[in-house]
């Protein structure tokens, strides 16, 4: 339809933007949506004022602003109108940092301007790959791949757009440099074959993947599979399939960074491997990969029953106690690699090869990693080594390995490795995961699970040393060792963390000490508070966001209705091509939020001071805790309340006032309620503590919010170095590495400069009084979740 015909009936007529009052005008920089056809008028303006409210576009980014409306202006060229719909739609939540960098912003739309410029068609796909990612996720990916499109534009206007379908796969799999060795190579096929060129950019050549082998030296599960699936039937005499990993799950990949899982019947690998920067050496990596799990599978090691409906992952058969689970991997794999040396001789460099590419950074001393390399090593000797190895060559399978955990020996490694219970180990390149939550259809009979228990108690049975399960009740359920007085009322568990000393660039391990500690609830009687008026009215609000939680899926060749801009792109698309798809229909889809979050508070003792002359500022921090809360509970998320204070590197007080398990009611109001100032403040431990506590939630997106009056202070902290604010500044990087993020919340006692060290990615905002927080805090939520 065109601009100039009759809108349809009971349809108003659009406000022209910029032409009714001068205010607008400037504010839409001379633009006016009379310029856009009449159907994506609404569309256009609903996106603009988007950008505005969102703080993308305005007075404040008038660089940003000026180059936006510059390209919106050209909507009254014929049909541009289809190429700033892309150019809005790309401008989606996951892309908007990009109008952060002003730079990057100004390359990206003078570039798409270029390319629509010269065919509409080629404006679109640039600014379609743009919202589909594939033209990267970083500043920097982004920079590069505008740089090549460039390059490439000079030449040849079909080679760019040729290399822009190809980007988003090579991006994967190609570092800058050999990207640049690819565009290299096809310039020179260009200078023989256009055609060939632009399929070669594409990667659709048999030669395009021939030369990505040669100059990134990976190697392709394809190409190992068969030898793979030989070799292990050949060591264990049955025959196991070799899967590509990412048949898996991709959430819970990504979540756990497996690289190998071996189950019943089944071993999943990475579909390329490019480890080394040697082909030849990857290739052995697989096969070592392939030699582990042949040895887990023969001797009956946990890969056994993975995946059976009764053990998941390993946390069901040896318990969910971090120690447990930790102590119960390492006997494991301490005991199938040191059979692997003893069954097979000539695996025995393989595997000592595997540990040192695995251990080549220096394990944290006293963690799980440290505990497997010393114990793989047998040079390294002490009673608590001599002992875990005893434990597992004694044991006959998984089952066995685990009762042994009740045992002894537990206690005197537990006291010479005290990381073991801080968190669980990171998954090893080649030995399986025994942490990935595995669901398969064809799993372990109960029939083999029956027969392995049988076994773990004939061996028990056969062992005439009756005091080796005497100790179980010597190490505490949270991994804590415990002494004679561990059954003495009120003693707490204690967690350990390193800290970072940013003057000497490196860690001090298991220096401070986490005391997490329940807290008991508080009789409530403020039942006409002020505050508790603005509780019900966020509870109301986040009640009606629930219908809010569908989408719709676009561009589908069928569905429950009919897309009005797709059916007018289609028409469009028909007057160039004889038969385009028709993709413009559309489906609702309900979207599930899958998101925890933690709400750690501030309690130590500045926070009894009064809040501009008002309340007390922990009164008003307890009062935002629970309006948020009451809002989180109407809208289904999980959520845990925490605090946190400190009186030195020993004494780090973690209150947990509500569980991710606790349901939200008035008695876990009440112990929000009860918190009461104490001492310092020690922010960095009471961090990796909560992502300690996320890091066991399975949601996609997990979430810290600090709320914080002050600095970080504390005994033996140097006032006048930043040394506490670099090592709050490494617990958020140590949680972001897990997927784990944090924001914060602060008053003006910290400076711009130092919340800058401490938050990366500008993740805070400082308040100008604290008073604003009940109010700011749900808002503020929405805008992080939503």
């Not at 190697?219 to 070799?242: F, N, S």
């Not at 595997?351 to 040079?379: I, K, T, Y």
């Not at 509500?658 to 349901?663: A, Q, R, S, T, V």
Request: charged share 25%; proline share 5%; hydrophobic share 40%.
């Amino acid at each position: 339809m065109n601009r100039d015909e009759p809108r349809p009936e009971g349809h108003e007529a659009t406000p022209a933007v910029g032409g009714t009052t001068g205010d607008v005008a400037d504010r839409y920089q001379g633009f006016s949506l009379r310029s856009v056809t009449w159907g994506y008028r609404d569309v256009f303006e609903k996106a603009i004022e988007g950008l505005f409210q969102q703080g993308c576009l305005g007075p404040q980014r008038r660089e940003v602003t000026g180059k936006f409306f510059e390209l919106l202006k050209r909507s009254d060229q014929s049909c541009f109108d289809h190429v700033l719909r892309e150019f809005l739609g790309a401008l989606n939540p996951r892309n908007r940092w990009i109008m952060d960098l002003p730079g990057v912003f100004a390359d990206l739309v003078d570039l798409g301007g270029l390319l629509a410029g010269s065919k509409l068609y080629y404006g679109i796909r640039f600014f379609g790959a743009l919202a589909a990612g594939d033209m990267g996720r970083s500043p920097q990916e982004v920079r590069d791949c505008l740089t090549w499109l460039r390059r490439l534009w000079a030449v040849d206007e079909d080679l760019a757009m040729a290399f822009l379908a190809g980007h988003g796969r090579f991006r994967q799999r190609l570092r800058p440099p050999e990207m640049e060795r690819y565009i290299d190579a096809a310039l020179q096929i260009h200078h023989g074959s256009k055609e060939a060129a632009y399929s070669f950019l594409r990667g659709e050549l048999s030669t395009s993947e021939t030369y990505i082998l040669a100059i990134t030296q990976e190697c392709r599960l394809c190409d190992v599979a068969g030898p793979l699936r030989a070799m292990i039937k050949a060591l264990t005499g049955t025959d196991c399939e070799v899967a590509d990993l990412s048949w898996l799950d991709s959430d819970d990949l990504i979540e756990r960074g497996t690289s190998t899982l071996t189950v019943h019947g089944h071993v999943y690998l990475p579909q390329r491997l490019r480890r080394f920067d040697a082909a030849g050496a990857n290739r052995n990596w697989y096969m070592l990969c392939g030699v582990a799990s042949a040895a887990m599978l023969l001797e009956d090691s946990f890969a056994r029953v993975h995946g059976h409906r009764q053990y998941r992952t390993c946390a069901d058969l040896a318990g969910a106690e971090t120690w447990r689970v930790n102590l119960f991997q390492v006997v494991e794999f301490v005991r199938v690699l040191r059979r692997v040396g003893a069954r097979w001789p000539g695996a025995r460099r393989l595997v000592a090869w595997g540990l040192r590419e695995e251990l080549a950074e220096q394990p944290p001393p006293g963690g799980p990693e440290r505990l497997l390399a010393d114990a793989m090593d047998d040079s390294a000797n002490s009673p608590a080594l001599e002992q875990l190895r005893r434990a597992a060559d004694e044991s006959v399978n998984c089952f066995d390995s685990a009762r042994r955990l009740d045992e002894r020996w537990v206690q005197d490694v537990l006291a010479a490795y005290p990381g073991v219970t801080a968190r669980p180990p990171r998954p090893l390149g080649f030995l399986s995961d025994f942490l990935f939550p595995v669901g398969i259809s064809d799993p372990p009979s109960d029939q083999l699970i029956a027969d392995l228990k049988d076994a773990a108690e004939g061996r028990r049975a056969a062992e005439t040393d009756d005091s080796a399960a005497a100790a179980a009740s010597d190490v505490s359920r949270d991994g804590v060792v415990a002494d004679e007085e561990a059954d003495a009322p009120g003693r707490e568990a204690a967690f350990l963390y390193d800290e970072w000393d940013f003057q000497q660039n490196d860690y001090r391990p298991g220096w401070c000490r986490v005391h997490q500690k329940p807290v008991e609830p508080a009789g409530f009687t403020q039942r006409h508070a002020s505050w508790l008026e603005e509780a019900r009215k966020v509870r109301a609000v986040f009640e009606r966001l629930k219908p809010d939680l569908a989408r719709r899926e676009k561009h589908l060749a069928d569905g429950d209705d009919i897309n009005a801009d797709l059916l007018v792109s289609h028409l469009v698309d028909r007057r160039r091509e004889p038969s385009p798809p028709a993709r413009f229909y559309e489906k609702p889809i309900i979207h599930h939020r899958d998101l925890a979050v933690l709400i750690l508070l501030d309690v130590s003792g500045s926070t009894g001071e009064d809040a501009d002359g008002h309340a007390k500022v922990l009164d008003v921090e307890k009062q935002a805790a629970v309006v948020l809360g009451q809002g989180l509970a109407a809208l289904g998320d999980r959520f845990a309340v925490g605090g946190f204070s400190s009186n030195g590197r020993e004494q780090c007080e973690y209150l947990l006032f509500k569980g991710f398990d606790d349901p939200w009611s008035g008695e876990a109001i009440g112990r929000v309620m009860a918190a009461w100032p104490r001492s310092s403040t020690r922010i960095g431990p009471a961090l990796r503590h909560s992502g300690h506590l996320l890091a066991s939630q399975p949601a996609r997106q997990r979430l810290i919010i600090l709320v914080t009056d002050g600095k970080p202070m504390d005994q033996g902290y140097d006032p006048t170095t930043r040394y506490a604010q670099h090592d709050v500044r490494m617990a958020c990087e140590e949680n972001s590495r897990q997927d784990i993020h944090t924001f914060a919340i602060s008053t003006e006692e910290n400076s711009l400069a130092d919340m800058e060290i401490m938050f990366p990615r500008r993740r805070f905002v400082i308040l100008p009084s604290i008073r604003k927080l009940p109010r700011l805090l749900p808002r503020l939520y929405l805008r992080l979740t939503l």
